[in-house]
């Protein structure tokens, strides 16, 4: 039996993606299954979002402009205490074990590689906030 957890519609997801085309995605089928979804189209813009929001999870491109997704969670943990165990996934085309294992010390939640895998993302959410 499952009790005092929030129904998917009272979680946020803060998604920072570069892409137009999968932030629009993203925002649909995040938003079909329950969840309120804030997009950013990058790491700067992403963190002027979480002064406006606060997300239980954090989707997030490895590779953009102005500032990376390695430069935001390396951010968020170092500099943002509140954030230190916020879920944090990555969603990136970057395949090579080396990037995963540059980020490995920020600790995300997950490191996910597109093309996107809808089922694993939900599955990896689901995960990341109990459900």
Partial sequence: MII???PAAQKSILVIEDEEALCEILQEELAAVGYKVTIARNGLEGLSRLQDIEPDVIICDRNMPAMSGHELLERLRNVYPQYKHLPFIFLTALSDPRDKHAVAHLRPYAYLE????FQLLKRTIEEALGE
Avoid at 114 to 117: G, I, N
């Fill in 4 to 6: 005092n957890r929030k």
């Fill in 114 to 117: 597109k093309p996107l895998d």
